[in-house]
């Protein structure tokens, strides 16, 4: 989990930062009627990017990484504490490994275990992202935006959109597990086999080398002190 906040922070910057960017307070007035049109600040992805470093620096793309870390720690552990619960259950329950939908299943309790615990640091992240840095009023840091949001707006806030993250998380985490699960049972025996022969190429065999050529310079070594050089060990061999 923590190593995922570390991609997942400068994404999900750019994409929230994206989807607020047509909000009302980006509108200029245009043309003699006092008709407003929006901007768009951004033209997508990479000029966001751009933009962001050119401004604040390439750290800015870091804006939240403190509750994406705890986000994922905590999430990600729930993830998969729940699906093999879920799954234990299945196994138990029917006496033999989970069918494809009892996969499905799992993968979607894991989803729910996920979104269900973290969710209130998702928000906490999304507001640090989109906040005006420069602002009098911008949160200090994860702390003060958490303390603030409860005084000033209720804890009910903290889980604006909650419903809505749960139904993608059962469907993403069901297709994720499934997908997971039938990709290993169709290709688990030719990949461990596979990958079996690419670990003795890359690991083992240099580990044999290393030991042969280790032993014969401890023999190269002894015949030196024995008063045979080089050139007389070379001799003997």
């Known amino acids: 989990g923590l190593t995922n906040a570390f991609i997942l922070c400068p994404v999900e910057l ?8 047509n909000m009302a307070g980006a509108r200029v007035q245009s043309g003699a009627s006092g008709s407003s049109t929006l901007v768009t600040r951004y033209k997508g992805p990479l000029d966001c990017l751009r933009q962001l470093v050119a401004k604040d620096g390439f750290f800015s793309l870091y804006n ?39 996969v499905a299943v799992c993968g979607g309790c894991g989803g729910l275990g996920f979104w269900g615990t973290a969710f209130p640091l998702d928000t906490v992240k999304s507001r640090l992202q989109t906040q005006d840095s420069s602002h009098p009023r911008a949160y200090k840091g994860v702390l ?3 303390g603030r949001i409860v005084r000033e707006e209720g804890v009910r806030t903290l889980y604006n959109g909650y419903t809505t ?38 690991w ?3 580990q044999s080398l290393v030991c042969e050529s280790s032993e014969s310079f401890n023999l190269l070594s002894s015949r030196d002190k024995g008063g045979h050089g080089w050139t007389s060990a070379k001799t003997d061999s």
Do not use: N
């Not at 750019?14 to 960017?21: D, F």
């Not at 169709?186 to 022969?197: E, H, T, Y």
């Open 14 to 21: 750019v994409a929230v930062r994206l989807q607020i960017q």
């Open 64 to 102: 939240g990484l403190k509750p994406t870390c705890a986000r994922e720690a905590i999430g990600v552990t729930c993830w998969f504490g729940a699906f093999e619960l879920a799954r234990e259950a299945f196994a138990r329950h029917t006496g033999g490994s989970p069918t494809g939908w009892q």
């Open 144 to 146: 003060d935006a958490l």
């Open 165 to 202: 993250a749960l139904v993608r998380a059962m469907c993403t985490g069901g297709s994720v597990f499934f997908a997971y699960e039938f990709t290993r049972k169709m290709f688990g025996v030719k990949a461990q086999a596979q990958w079996g022969s690419v670990w003795a190429l890359l």
């Open 204 to 206: 083992e065999r240099p």
